[in-house]
């Protein structure tokens, strides 16, 4: 089997690499940076490239189907970045950068790959994110791309069944992978319950597992879905009051 992920270079991205390569999944790495030695042993191809560039786009494709006959198995849309700053305080270049990475890029990608997911029956795994579900002050151009890549996923499911093709939305809670680091924005995230995240690998064997049992979506870890339920059905006001608390504001 062949997979095309997103964003290898360090993550999420890059423990996807080593849990599917070793449940023997040929993987097909893309990011702009180069990924570690420890990553790149387990990649059948690395190949350079910034999927926000169209010319970027159309040599990943070409070059995934020499690699794997024009039939492929999975993509994996991880590619994204956050940004920490309040809409007021926004840049617009920043917010333009965080929606043509993690949204436009992304389903420019998936529908240049849809011929080689179909020749394959295959299958599509989008990253979005549990703030894609419940709003996070300061955070809230992620949540909003994240919340298309929902939308996106979800409504994409039903067009493209006629394909043979299946679609997963993953929604993740934390998870530690220097996510902070390396987001834009003027702010940084405050210390508060949970801050550490979950571990990447973690992540990557529940990604596999509903790729295998061919779920739809899934929330992660599981008990989030339920805390997300609460906080907007039950305590969306206790919930503010403790974020402007959590980020000064």
Known sequence: MYAVITGVSSGLGAAMVNFFAAQGVQVIGVSRSKPAEDVQKNLLAWISGDITKADDRARIVAETEKLCNGSLDLLINNAGKGIYATWDEMDENDLREVFELDFFAMVALTKAFLPQLSAAK??????????GRLWVPCMGAYCAAKAAVSMFSNSLRVEVKRMGIRVLDVSPGQINTGFSSRSCGSRRPPDSPGAKGHSPAGLAKAVFRAWKKKKKRITYPGKLAFLIFLVRAVLP?????????????
């Open 122 to 131: 295959g299958t599509i795994v989008n990253i979005a994110s549990a703030a």
């Open 237 to 249: 006001d206790l919930y503010d009051r403790i974020s402007v608390k959590l980020w000064k504001l």
